[in-house]
């Protein structure tokens, strides 16, 4: 799958209300998918030009210019949030979640294809 269609599996989660979300196992596993499955084009992205793993990597990438100090916080916090097993908690930061992704993923994208 691409970048758009993980996207569209969070954007249509964000849809739902929250109870509808903690009763729909499927859409919680895809929803928890999507995120791993997004987080990891930014780490294939981010190691094409800085070394690192997960937080290092995101870390990595500030240092060198590539994306903003605050956003490379988000993404740490995305990171933690995601292997907190908490789906309420992931329902309650799926806006914010899709944003920081989608800048750092275009940010990168944009970096490395104008270089």
């Known amino acids: 799958m691409s970048f758009r269609e993980h996207y569209s599996v969070l ?3 964000s ?26 084009e930014l780490y294939l992205l981010g190691s094409r030009v800085v070394d690192g793993n997960d937080e290092d990597l995101i870390w990595n990438l500030a240092k060198s210019g590539f994306i903003q100090a605050p956003l490379a916080q988000e993404l740490v916090d995305i990171i933690t949030l995601y292997r907190s097993g908490s789906d309420e908690l992931i329902y309650a930061s799926l806006v914010r979640i899709m944003e ?16």
């Not at 509808?20 to 859409?27: A, G, S, V, Y």
């Not at 920081?100 to 270089?115: F, N, P």
Request: charged content about 45%.
């Open 11 to 13: 954007e249509r989660a």
């Open 15 to 40: 849809k739902t209300t929250l109870e509808d979300f903690m009763r729909d196992e499927r859409l919680r596993n895809d929803t928890r998918r999507a995120i791993g499955e997004l987080l990891n």
């Open 100 to 115: 920081d992704i989608e800048e750092a993923y275009h940010t990168l994208k944009a970096r490395l294809e104008g270089s």
